[in-house]
């Protein structure tokens, strides 16, 4: 079932396959502050430099496949999980960079200097901690993507689509009483999945490069 997408966003939406460079514009003005937050709430060790680089990846894959977006989540919801998966891309890259004494990605031309800046977070780990980071990150993705349908939906739209109890309740037709038990259910369930990839990953350890 699709999600009814709001009506202004609907034809915001609309007007970029158009090809409207306005109304690109307006996208990513509407939404780029709030995926900079939610890359920051990805991990500690990335600083605002990185932020800004993974999230000019972001708005790239948003352009390249809008065409792809057929309105079956909210349209933030999937645009996060195009963040989770660049967050991801990106930490690893940068891990192996630095294990193999390569050099760091270098940032796009992000082609507006007008954005308000971003706070940066505590100093970054080292690139073992980097790495594991990514690993486990990815890991707890893979563990949304196993959850059935209905949980899937209610863990994306509360975590990656920042939605409260009352938004989710408007979006799927629940009353924010079953909103609150059936997201207490798929937490549960997730935990379960989460910890059995950790525990297999952790029977599989990274080889040394030494």
Known sequence: MAVMIPGGESELIARCRRGEAAAWDELFDRHYEATARFVF??????????????????FLSVIKNLGSFQGES?????????????????????????RGGGA????????????????????????????????????????????????????ELRYFGDLSYEEIGGTLKLNTKTVSSRLSKC????????????A????????SNT
């Open 187 to 198: 937490l549960d369930r997730l935990e379960i999945i989460a910890r059995t990839l950790f």
């Open 74 to 98: 909210r349209f933030q919801t999937w645009l996060f999980r195009i963040a989770v998966n660049r967050a991801c891309d990106y930490r690893e890259h940068r891990a192996a960079a630095k």
């Open 104 to 155: 760091t990605p270098v940032s796009l031309d992000a082609g507006d200097d007008d954005r308000p800046p971003i706070d940066p977070p505590a100093p970054t780990p080292g690139p073992d901690a980097s790495l594991l980071a990514a690993e486990r990150l990815a890991l707890v993705r893979q563990a949304v993507d196993r959850l059935e349908a209905p949980c899937r939906e209610i863990i």
């Open 200 to 207: 297999e990953e952790s029977d599989n350890p990274i080889p």
């Open 41 to 58: 709430q990805l991990g500690h060790d990335l600083a605002r430099e990185d932020v800004e680089e993974i999230c000019q990846e972001v």
